[in-house]
């Protein structure tokens, strides 16, 4: 589990319930079923008329990737790189033919294959870049649904409180009805804001973060394969791909000295 994402949720909601109630609010009074309905419903419409089903459905499933993520083991897939390095220095990467079945990373994997294959390193670079390339414009398409959720919710939250002031409208005669009403209304609009900053716009945030994350572990993968084809010696294989980790190093390094 993202401690961070779900925490964040949490500590946001929180917050914004607890100021409420302090100020003499109640929960019940923003907990309109009809209010959400609009805004939810307004906005996943929305957000279906401009992108394609695929990408919707994409993006429904890596939605969970917010709060449950297990990202790749960088110092684990550096290891493995360099276990491999070591055996193909001295017996040939024709050696490692053997210990493909071991890796789990299909773009490692692909990778490999093609440099025991004999493949000259500009091509298996040109290759892999592509396949690179390819993917990360996919995903890049998938933020880009929570970051339109997070443009429209607002505006269709406006849509909703208008719709319940025209109700208001009905009811003039009745100042008590009036009033109540008004807040009443005004509840889509903070669906809408809420939904915008508290869910969709963060979310698309941490899905760019998870995407640049895999794909700085595969350009590590790529230069360590292509490192090893070029006959590069494994300490200086380690030490050049250490350096696709340093992100990573110094956020450990950060959370250890705010525990000590």
């Given at each position: 589990?993202d401690?961070?994402?779900i925490?964040?949720?949490?500590?946001?909601l929180?917050?914004i319930?607890?100021?409420m109630?302090?100020?003499?609010?109640?929960?019940?009074?923003?907990?309109?079923?009809t209010a959400?309905?609009?805004?939810?419903?307004?906005?996943?419409?929305?957000?279906?008329?401009?992108?394609?089903?695929?990408?919707l459905?994409a993006a429904?499933?890596?939605f969970?990737?917010?709060?449950?993520?297990?990202?790749?083991?960088?110092?684990?897939?550096?290891?493995?790189?360099?276990?491999?390095?070591?055996k193909?220095?001295?017996?040939?990467?024709?050696?490692?033919?053997?210990d493909?079945?071991?890796?789990?990373?299909?773009?490692?994997?692909?990778?490999?294959?093609?440099a025991?294959?004999?493949?000259?390193?500009?091509?298996?670079?040109?290759?892999?870049?592509?396949?690179?390339?390819?993917?990360?414009?996919i995903?890049?398409k998938?933020?880009?649904?929570?970051?339109?959720?997070?443009?429209?919710s607002?505006?269709?939250?406006?849509?909703?409180?208008?719709?319940?002031?025209i109700?208001?409208?009905k009811?003039?005669?009745?100042?008590?009805?009036?009033?109540?009403?008004?807040?009443?209304?005004f509840?889509?609009?903070?669906?809408?804001?809420?939904?915008?900053?508290?869910?969709?716009?963060?979310?698309?945030?941490?899905?760019?973060?998870?995407?640049?994350?895999?794909?700085?572990?595969?350009?590590?993968?790529?230069?360590?394969?292509?490192s090893?084809l070029?006959?590069?010696?494994?300490?200086?294989?380690e030490?050049?791909?250490?350096t696709?980790?340093?992100?990573?190093?110094?956020?450990?390094?950060?959370?250890?000295?705010?525990?000590?």
């Amino acid at each position: 589990m993202d401690i961070a994402s779900i925490g964040g949720v949490a500590l946001a909601l929180i917050g914004i319930l607890a100021g409420m109630m302090i100020e003499g609010g109640n929960i019940a009074q923003i907990t309109q079923p009809t209010a959400a309905m609009i805004v939810i419903g307004g906005t996943i419409g929305a957000v279906m008329l401009q992108f394609p089903m695929s990408i919707l459905l994409a993006a429904a499933k890596t939605f969970l990737k917010v709060f449950l993520h297990k990202g790749a083991d960088g110092e684990a897939t550096l290891t493995q790189i360099v276990t491999f390095a070591n055996k193909a220095r001295k017996s040939g990467i024709v050696s490692l033919d053997g210990d493909l079945a071991s890796v789990s990373d299909p773009f490692l994997k692909q990778t490999l294959m093609l440099a025991i294959d004999g493949t000259e390193p500009n091509e298996v670079r040109k290759i892999m870049q592509m396949e690179i390339d390819n993917k990360s414009e996919i995903e890049e398409k998938i933020p880009a649904v929570f970051e339109a959720a997070g443009g429209y919710s607002p505006t269709v939250g406006i849509i909703g409180a208008v719709l319940g002031l025209i109700q208001v409208m009905k009811n003039l005669s009745n100042i008590d009805e009036v009033g109540r009403g008004i807040a009443v209304a005004f509840v889509a609009t903070i669906y809408g804001v809420a939904m915008a900053n508290l869910i969709c716009l963060p979310a698309a945030g941490k899905l760019k973060f998870r995407h640049r994350e895999e794909q700085r572990i595969k350009e590590m993968m790529l230069e360590g394969v292509i490192s090893i084809l070029e006959g590069m010696n494994p300490r200086m294989i380690e030490t050049k791909l250490r350096t696709y980790l340093t992100e990573e190093k110094h956020g450990k390094a950060a959370v250890a000295e705010v525990g000590a």
